[in-house]
C-alpha cells in the first residue's frame, strides 16, 4: 500500500492527451514539492518533472506538472508510442521523514 | 557528466549481509543528499534510506530500519549501504539517486546509477 495514490493504468490513442493522477496528504504533497518519473521497461527512472512543475533541461514541453492542495497531476499531450512507461509520483513526507512514491500508472499508448 | 554506478549486489542467503556500494563523479559529492531505492521484481519504487551531504543525518524506510545502515565517504565520493538480517522480500534491484536541490532532501532524484541486483534466498 503506496502512502501516494495513483491509477494502475492509463492509455490514450498516439497524438492524444492524457492526465496521471496522484492524491495524497498535508504532511506529503500537501506541504512539500511533487516529483514525477518515468521509467521505461529494463532502465533506470527518469526525472520527468520537479518542483511541482518545473521541467529538468531536455525534457520536452510535451510534460507538465501541476498541484493542488494534496493532489498532484502528470499531463502529457501529443502521445507517442515511445512514451509507454510506467510512471510515478514522489515527494517528501514531513510525518515520516521519508521520501514516498506513488504505486506507478502504466501508460498504453494505443 | 554526473555518474553513479553501484556494485556489491549478488545473491545472499537468509538472514545474510551484504554491502553496497555507488561510486560517484561529476558533481560536488558532499553538497548533495543521495538515497537508496530499490525495485523488487514487477513491482513499483521504493525508498529505502537517504543520507545528507555532510552525513550528518540519516532516514530510513520502516522496512529496513534497524537492519540497513546508509553511510557515505565524501574523500572518496561513494554511497555504501550495509544490509544485515536480509530477507525474500528485500530482493530487489538497488538504485542509488542524486537528489536534484542543494542540500536538502525532496526526493526530486535527477540522476540514478543503473542499478545493482540483490537476491536473498534460502
Known amino acids: ?110 | 557528466e554526473v555518474q553513479l554506478v553501484e556494485s556489491g549486489g549478488g545473491l545472499v542467503q537468509t538472514g545474510g549481509s551484504l554491502r553496497l556500494s555507488c561510486t560517484a563523479s561529476g558533481f560536488t559529492f558532499s553538497s548533495y543528499a543521495l538515497s537508496w531505492v530499490r525495485q523488487a521484481p514487477g513491482k513499483g519504487l521504493e525508498w529505502v534510506s537517504v543520507i545528507i551531504g555532510s552525513g550528518g543525518s540519516t532516514y530510513y524506510a520502516d522496512s529496513v530500519k534497524g537492519r540497513f545502515t546508509i553511510s557515505r565517504d565524501n574523500s572518496k565520493n561513494t554511497l555504501y549501504l550495509q544490509m544485515n538480517s536480509l530477507r525474500a522480500e528485500d530482493t530487489a534491484v538497488y538504485y542509488c539517486a542524486k537528489d536534484q536541490t542543494f542540500g536538502i532532501v525532496r526526493g526530486s532524484f535527477e540522476y540514478w546509477g543503473q542499478g545493482t541486483l540483490v537476491t536473498v534466498s534460502s
Request: with cysteine.
Open chain 1, 1 to 110: 500500500q503506496s502512502v501516494l495514490t495513483q491509477p494502475p493504468s492509463v492509455s490514450a490513442a498516439p497524438g492524444q492527451k492524457v492526465t496521471i493522477s496522484c492524491s495524497g496528504s498535508s504532511s506529503n504533497i500537501g506541504n512539500n514539492y511533487v516529483s514525477w518519473f518515468q521509467q521505461l521497461p529494463g532502465t533506470a527512472p527518469k526525472l520527468l518533472i520537479y518542483d511541482n512543475d518545473k521541467r529538468p533541461s531536455g525534457i520536452p514541453d510535451r510534460f507538465s506538472g501541476s498541484k493542488s492542495g494534496t493532489s498532484a497531476t502528470l499531463g502529457i499531450t501529443g502521445l507517442q508510442t515511445g512514451d509507454e512507461a510506467d510512471y510515478y509520483c514522489g515527494t517528501w513526507d514531513s510525518s515520516l521523514s521519508a521520501v514516498v512514491f506513488g504505486g506507478g500508472t502504466k501508460l498504453t499508448v494505443l
